[in-house]
């Protein structure tokens, strides 16, 4: 119900009241009282019901790689807009995009646009996306504390992950590598990176980001791979809990090169200026919903000042920001 709408409706029962309430004082009062309430309740449920871009109920399918992120967004977001309700659905990454193209859902989160291919396939269904980089993120490494080897280079890791070097160095333990599902977005990022098709057979999947976490904290050969997400956030105490028992693995491109961790500086430096750390990837924010629907709201908000200041606080770095970097030595 809209504002104009609602003032008129009550003058209009001031006037009524003015000329009936001399002739039934206690009546009249009694039900224009009811009358009113039964008008404010109505028009609250019809403003639940709509979709607009502060109201309504919507699916969002998320790679399950950025949960820890949407699930404070979208506290933030239903905190500012009561009358709004995002149901999010935390998949992998090939889940999301099949979702939003057998209409399942109007927005998804993945680590990559649709290509130009697919944009005009989806147009030849009548489906027109608006896309936007919400965000650069990491993949991270992690090991159990008692691991030693807590350095590695990425050719060194494509080795591993073609199985061509299965051993940890230190222990001459095999290494079990573990990430959180096929399909999902680490798993992409792994075969783009090593160039292969399949994994070998002592890389296999669990069901989240979450259960490799607790995988690497209870097996010693175990080597994580994670989204940056899960660990980065120092003001997050559920983020805390799941890095204590860990211990986060420093990567360099090549031997001889220097080692870095997925700090915010270095994934910054790694995104924009190819160096530091080097397992970056973009956060993509898609959406087929209307510009004034809940769909939209929501990417609004994801894409202006509250949404990006969440994501930088996540320690991700938000999509559009210009940073200038300021090395500090000490005399």
């Not at 502060?54 to 820890?68: H, N």
């Not at 992950?161 to 990022?189: C, E, H, M």
């Not at 160039?195 to 999947?205: C, E, G, K, T, Y």
């Amino acid at each position: 119900m809209q504002f104009l709408e609602l003032y008129a409706f009550i003058h209009f029962t001031l006037i009524i009241k003015e000329n009936l309430i001399k002739l039934f004082p206690m009546k009249v009062s009694f039900s224009i009282a009811v009358l009113a309430l039964f008008f404010l309740s109505s028009c609250n449920n019809s403003m639940e019901g709509k979709n607009t871009t502060s109201s309504g109920d919507i699916p969002v399918y998320l790679e399950e790689s950025f949960r820890p992120l949407f699930e404070t967004s979208i506290y933030t977001f239903e905190g500012q807009f009561p009358l709004a309700k995002i149901r999010p659905e935390y998949v992998a990454e090939t889940k999301a995009f099949d979702a939003f193209i057998n209409g399942s859902t109007s927005t998804i989160c993945v680590t990559r646009d649709f290509t130009d291919a697919e944009k005009k396939s989806l147009r030849t269904k009548n489906i027109e996306v608006r896309s936007h980089k919400i965000a650069i993120d990491a993949v991270s490494l992690i090991v159990h504390p008692e691991n030693t080897d807590t350095l590695m280079t990425v050719d060194r890791l494509k080795r591993i992950l073609r199985g061509t070097d299965s051993l940890w160095q230190g222990s001459k333990r095999k290494i079990n590598v573990v990430f959180d599902s096929p399909n999902s977005a680490n798993f992409n990022y792994l075969k783009q990176l090593a160039d292969i098709s399949q994994l070998p057979v002592n890389v296999f999947a669990v069901n989240s980001n979450e259960e490799v976490i607790n995988f690497v904290k209870e097996n010693r050969n175990a080597l994580g791979i994670i989204g940056v997400n899960w660990i980065s956030d120092e003001d997050d105490p559920s983020t805390l809990d799941f890095r204590d028992g860990l211990k986060i693995v420093a990567l360099a491109k090549s031997e001889g090169d220097e080692y870095f961790k997925p700090y915010q500086a270095y994934i910054y430096e790694g995104y924009h200026m190819n160096k530091s750390y080097p397992l970056v990837r973009e956060v993509w924010l898609i959406t087929k919903g209307g510009r004034m629907s809940l769909d939209g709201g929501f990417v609004n908000f994801m894409i202006g000042e509250k949404g990006q200041l969440i994501i930088q606080k996540a320690s991700l770095i938000p999509g559009d920001m210009v940073a200038r970097m300021v090395k500090v030595t000490e005399k």
